[in-house]
């Protein structure tokens, strides 16, 4: 069982940044191909970014790449979302997880374990 909280949400302007943060309960996260989701009110959870345990490979989503940045450090079992140049469709509930799984990282259901998420507003 990996127990995940993210941090960092808030309220930006566009054009602004904003790094979320997602802490992991156990050593073993290292283990772990790591994922940013997100929601909007309205839609369905979506994919954002994967890296995978050694941190060494990332995919993200057409509509993130070049403006977000995922990232990890195993010896601090946390995960990282570096968000720039954001913008109003950008706003959401972002949720971090944990897969066991190298594959199909861009759907939810290769996920084992979920944080509660954090919320983003970009206001125009």
């Known amino acids: 069982q990996v127990h995940l909280v993210e941090s960092g949400g808030g309220l930006v302007q566009a054009g602004g940044s904003r790094k979320l943060s997602c802490a992991a309960s156990?050593?073993?996260?290292?283990?772990?191909?790591m994922g940013w989701f997100r929601q909007a009110p309205g839609k369905e959870r979506e994919f954002v970014a994967a890296i995978y345990h050694s941190g060494g490979d990332t995919s993200y989503a057409d509509s993130v790449k070049g403006r977000f940045t995922i990232s990890r450090d195993n010896d601090k079992n946390t995960l990282y979302l570096q968000m720039d140049n954001l913008k109003p469709e950008d706003t959401g509930v972002y949720y971090c997880a944990a897969s066991g799984s190298n594959y199909f990282l861009r759907r939810s259901s290769s996920y084992d374990y979920w944080g509660q998420g954090t919320q983003v507003t970009v206001s125009s």
């Open positions: 156990e050593r073993t996260f290292r283990v772990y191909t």
